[in-house]
């Protein structure tokens, strides 16, 4: 009888340790629910702040352009101004130097005076050159000191050739022959080569101002010759 007892007792005992460990597997391999799950971060969210970052870029990439841009507009616009300035000035400039050249009575014409004509230096037969009053005028026919080129031309029209001497004076040459009486030029011009063949001449007389004016005037002159 005690035999029986024993058995029944082990056989039970086996039994709670299989339900012990059944229950045991089950509890290992038991599914997480979705509720159980925990999602991780993914790597979306970085992709979308480089995308962010970069039209950031893009667009900061484009003010710049647009400033560099509208700072060489400037530029460009300030030259101009600049040019436009000194324009102005030029003309500003101008305006007194034309003032400056009225109130200096322009040259408006020249004029041989009377006593233009042969001359004789050395006390023998026949003159050796002509003296020559030349007087730059202005507006109202006042005689004024001027500088500039002043040119001689003589000329026998008995003659094929006409023109029979020149002779030219740079401005500093011509002022060194300024004369305060009588008012004027006063030129000494000796022959060149041989004397002249006729006694009724044309002598031509032209002066450039500084400002490259020219002027002309001419005179019908006499000189003496040896043989008279």
Known sequence: ??????????????????????CTREAVIKEPSPAEIKVGPTEEPGREEAAE???????????????????????????????????????????????DAQLRFAVEKISLGFLTGGANWDEKEGDDGLIVFLHPKDQGGDTIKQAGQVRFELFDLTRDEVLIM?????????IENWRSFPTGFHFKLPWKGSPPSASELILKAAFIDLDGKYFVATKKIRVRLESQ
């Open 1 to 22: 009888m005690k035999g029986w007892c024993k058995l029944v007792a082990v056989i039970v005992f086996v039994g709670l340790l299989g339900s012990i460990s059944g």
């Open 53 to 99: 970052l970069k039209g950031l870029l893009e667009h900061l990439q484009a003010d710049l352009e647009k400033e560099k841009e509208a700072k060489n507009k400037l530029k460009e616009e300030l030259a101009l101004l600049k040019a436009e300035n000194q324009r102005l000035k030029a003309l500003a400039s101008e305006e007194p130097r034309k003032k």
């Open 166 to 174: 020149s002779w030219g004076f740079t401005a500093e040459e011509a």
